[in-house]
C-alpha cells in the first residue's frame, strides 16, 4: 500500500514552455500533498503544500505565479512549472500524506520524481 | 542554525562495518521522527520511524534522545548496497510537513 505515483519521470523542455507534473497516490486518498525541489547534491527543499480543495501554501522564496499548484481531488495533484528557464532544470518529487486504511497519519509517501531539463 | 543538521559525510566503511549516524534537531515541539534512503537520482524511500523507546529492524537501530534533541541510526554488518545517503526527517505534532537534513553519504566499500 501507500504507492505514489509521478508523471512524466523525466522531461526536457525549451525555455518559455510550461510544464505540467501529476502526483498520484494510488491505493489512499491524499490530504495533503507536498511539492519538493532538489538541486544535484543537496537536500530536499519543500515548494509547497496542498490540501485537496484549497490553495496551495508556498514557502518562502518560491513564487506561486511561476509554480502552479493544484489538488483538485484526493488522489491528484499537478505542478505546473509556467515559462520554464534553465535554472528551474532540477528533480520535482511529490509526496502525499493522509488517512486511510494503515497509512500512517504522520507519514509522507514519495513519488519517484520528475527529472526537468530546461533547454 | 538549520532546524535539522547532519553530518554530510561521506563515511567511507569496510562491508561488514558498524556505522552510526546522528541528526540534531532544534525545534522542541518536533513530534515525529524519520529516517529515509535516497539513493542517487531516486526519490527518498521510508527506511525507520524513530520511536521514543528506541526501535530496531535488523540490522538497522534508531534511538531518539528529547532531551538532547537528537537522533542516531545505527547500521550493522554494513552491506555494499547500503550505500546511499541517508535523510534525518522530523515533523511536528499535528502537520504533515516534513524538515529534511541534509543528509549524510554512506560508501560501503568491497
Known amino acids: 500500500g501507500a504507492v505514489v505515483s509521478q508523471h512524466p519521470s523525466w522531461v526536457i523542455c525549451k525555455s518559455g514552455t510550461s510544464v505540467k507534473i501529476e502526483c498520484r497516490s494510488l491505493?489512499?486518498?491524499?490530504?495533503?500533498m507536498f511539492w519538493y525541489r532538489q538541486f544535484p547534491k543537496q537536500s530536499l527543499m519543500l515548494m509547497a503544500t496542498?490540501?485537496?480543495?484549497?490553495?496551495?501554501?508556498?514557502e518562502q522564496g518560491v513564487e506561486k505565479d511561476k509554480f502552479l499548484i493544484n489538488h483538485a481531488s484526493l488522489t491528484l495533484s499537478t505542478l505546473t512549472v509556467t515559462s520554464a528557464h534553465p535554472e528551474d532544470s532540477s528533480f520535482y518529487i511529490c509526496?502525499?500524506?493522509?488517512?486511510?486504511?494503515?497509512?500512517?497519519?504522520?507519514?509522507?509517501?514519495f513519488g519517484p520524481g520528475t527529472r526537468l531539463t530546461v533547454l | 542554525r538549520k532546524e535539522v543538521e547532519q553530518d554530510p559525510g561521506p563515511f567511507n566503511v569496510p562491508e561488514g562495518a558498524t556505522v552510526a549516524f546522528n541528526c540534531t534537531y532544534s525545534?522542541?515541539?518536533?513530534?515525529?521522527f524519520f529516517w529515509y534512503r535516497q539513493d542517487c537520482r531516486k526519490e527518498p524511500k521510508l527506511l525507520m520511524s524513530?520511536?521514543?523507546s528506541g526501535n530496531e529492524d535488523g540490522r538497522f537501530t534508531a534511538q531518539l534522545n528529547r532531551a538532547s534533541q537528537y537522533i542516531s541510526l545505527l547500521i550493522r554488518d554494513s552491506k555494499l548496497s547500503d550505500s546511499a545517503t541517508y535523510l534525518c526527517?522530523?515533523?511536528?505534532?499535528?502537520?504533515?510537513?516534513?524538515?529534511f537534513g541534509t543528509g549524510t553519504r554512506l560508501k560501503v566499500l568491497a
Open positions: 525545534n522542541s515541539a518536533s513530534q515525529s
Open positions: 526527517v522530523v515533523n511536528q505534532k499535528g502537520t504533515y510537513k516534513y524538515i
Open positions: 491505493d489512499f486518498q491524499a490530504t495533503t
Open positions: 496542498s490540501n485537496e480543495g484549497s490553495k496551495a501554501t508556498y
Open positions: 509526496s502525499a500524506a493522509g488517512t486511510s486504511g494503515s497509512v500512517g497519519t504522520d507519514t509522507q509517501y
Open positions: 524513530v520511536y521514543s
